[in-house]
């Protein structure tokens, strides 16, 4: 298997094409200041994983920014911080601010002369228009939670996937999952049969930052630490 077997990349884009963790960090610097508390950027980051994963189980039917406006209130709530609706909603709405990593919108340029390109999203239509603007508008696909009724790692998410390429005459074999996420998209994508490369976007920091750890065994085909050492390592292919 070569990056070459593959017509299709799916992208994972929170964490992997816009830096979520700059994102939720700026985002959440006013509830993080008015709590008191001596908490390092990992250790938010952390406290947001744990809430957002358990109220994506707990509500998968639920937009994504109101899902965020119920994990910024569970969040004030286990740091004591009153706060009201307007500063929920505020942070629920924040993803349209939320920048691309770097190496992202060349690299999407570039990829797009040789694949066609999808996305396979944790987040609602209307948060991603505005993302979709910063990254280029170059997707012919986007396919998110919202489109879905639930959240990766959920295997629903991979088989709506796998259903909607195969409709267009796209195979499992000739589709790579790209994404940063261990728990949210290699586990389930292996398991649903595509294969994937990994975007260790923090591979100069311990932890698992704005993510859930994996579970044991998860694997993925490539590793890279950034989006431009994929595009490089497809030219050589």
């Known amino acids: 298997m070569t990056l070459s077997d593959f017509s299709v990349l799916s992208f994972d884009c929170y964490g992997t094409l816009i830096d979520w963790e700059a994102g939720l960090t700026t985002a959440l610097k006013p509830l993080v200041e008015r709590s008191g508390l001596s908490l390092s950027p990992d250790a938010v980051l952390a406290a947001f994983a744990d809430h957002e994963s358990r109220q994506q189980a707990e509500t998968p039917a639920m937009p994504y920014s109101a899902l965020l406006a119920v994990v910024h209130a569970r969040l004030a709530a286990s740091w004591n911080?009153?706060?009201?609706?307007?500063?929920?909603?505020?942070?629920?709405?924040?993803?349209?601010?939320?920048?691309p990593f770097p190496d992202t919108v060349d690299a999407l340029r570039t990829l797009k002369r040789r694949y066609r390109l999808v996305?396979?999203?944790?987040?609602?239509?209307?948060?991603?228009?505005?993302?979709?603007?910063?990254?280029?508008?170059?997707?012919?696909?986007?396919?998110?939670?919202?489109?879905?009724?639930?959240?990766?790692?959920?295997?629903?998410?991979?088989?709506?996937?796998?259903?909607?390429?195969?409709?267009?005459?796209?195979?499992?074999?000739?589709?790579?999952?790209?994404a940063q996420s261990l728990f949210h998209d290699h586990a389930p994508a292996n398991k649903a049969g595509f294969a994937s490369a990994w975007i260790d976007r923090r591979h100069d920091r311990d932890g698992w930052g704005a993510t859930a750890a994996p579970p044991v065994g998860v694997r993925y085909d490539w590793r890279f630490t950034s989006l431009s050492a994929l595009v490089e390592a497809v030219g050589a292919a």
């Open 119 to 178: 996305i396979l999203s944790n987040v609602d239509r209307e948060s991603f228009q505005h993302s979709n603007r910063r990254l280029g508008d170059v997707f012919d696909a986007v396919y998110t939670a919202q489109d879905i009724g639930s959240y990766k790692p959920d295997a629903r998410n991979f088989t709506y996937l796998r259903d909607r390429l195969a409709e267009t005459g796209v195979p499992v074999e000739r589709v790579l999952h790209v």
């Open 81 to 99: 911080v009153a706060i009201s609706e307007d500063d929920n909603r505020r942070f629920g709405a924040s993803v349209g601010d939320w920048p």
